[in-house]
């Protein structure tokens, strides 16, 4: 990637293939506790279908991490679109549905923390 590039995620997994962020002990711990009190305040706030932003800071060589894109409230609208994929899904599925996008954000709380803990 060239300098100043916004890169997908999909990049960032391929690099993370070359170069791994290896990450100390401390510093697992503080991103894990600054992800579970952020998603505990956004499921308060009824949010849900947000992301993390990383990127390395190259000239400090850390990592630097955010919640980003967390605008997008569980309305009735989302709540309806849940319901009704879910249905869908069993429908289509005989009963064994995929886990639907759209998801109450208790449930996106636990997805996005999953997700993290994942090595």
Same mark, same amino acid.
């Given at each position: ?9 999909d ?10 962020l290896?990450l ?18 956004l ?6 279908d947000?992301s ?13 991490a955010? =919640? =980003?894109?967390?605008?997008? $409230?569980?309305?009735?609208?989302k ?13 289509a599925l ?9 998801? $109450? ?15």
């Open positions: 990637a060239r300098e100043g590039e916004v890169q997908l995620d990049n960032f997994r391929a690099y993370l293939q070359r170069a791994p290896v100390g002990e401390a510093a697992k711990r503080a991103l894990n506790a600054a992800v579970y009190n952020d998603t505990v305040l499921t308060r706030a009824r949010v849900m947000y993390l932003l990383a990127g390395v800071d190259e000239g400090g060589a850390r990592l630097v955010g =919640i =980003i894109d967390y605008l997008r $409230p569980f309305t009735v609208d709540q309806a679109e849940y319901l009704y994929k879910s249905a869908m899904d069993r429908v005989r009963g064994a549905p995929e886990a639907p996008t759209v998801v $109450p954000p208790e449930d996106y709380r636990q997805r996005f923390r999953q997700a993290m803990a994942r090595d």
